[in-house]
Nanobody
Framework: QVQLVESGGGLVQAGGSLRLSCAAS????????IGWFRQAPGKEREFVAA????????YYRESVKGRFTISRDNAKNTVYLQMNSLKPEDTAVYSC??????????????????WGQGTQVTVSS
């Protein structure tokens, strides 16, 4: 079972940047699409971005397009989420998860599993 660990969260002012990392425990990670999600207090978890297993596809929620970039380094078993021009409404716990099925494209409709514990992102106004 692949285990995922997120890092890189923190407190940043509006307009600032953070880069989140999602590190996997084993190399089979490279076979799977990975998604980033976030959950703000009192709100449902929502999809943020996904990247296909071979990095040839990516998918973003509308509100982060042009500000967030998802990427992966399969040699390091890591997926990144570069977040620029952060807004207070981006404040949430960010988590990553893998597609249940290997060799998939980036899609918010994947069956995601192996959720990490999350990393807190706080954007002050």
């Amino acid at each position: 079972q692949v285990q995922l660990v997120e890092s890189g969260g923190g407190l940043v002012q509006a307009g600032g940047s953070l880069r989140l990392s999602c590190a996997a425990s084993e190399s089979t990670f490279s076979r799977y699409s990975i998604g980033w999600f976030r959950q703000a207090p009192g709100k449902e978890r929502e999809f943020v971005a996904a990247i296909g297993w071979n990095a040839k596809s990516s998918y973003y929620r509308e509100s982060v397009k042009g500000r967030f970039t998802i990427s992966r380094d399969n040699a390091k078993n890591t997926v990144y989420l570069q977040m620029n021009s952060l807004k207070p409404e981006d404040t949430a716990v960010y988590s990553c998860a893998k597609d249940h099925f290997p060799y998939g494209v980036a899609t918010p409709k994947a069956r995601f599993d192996s959720w990490g514990q999350g990393t807190q992102v706080t954007v002050s106004s």
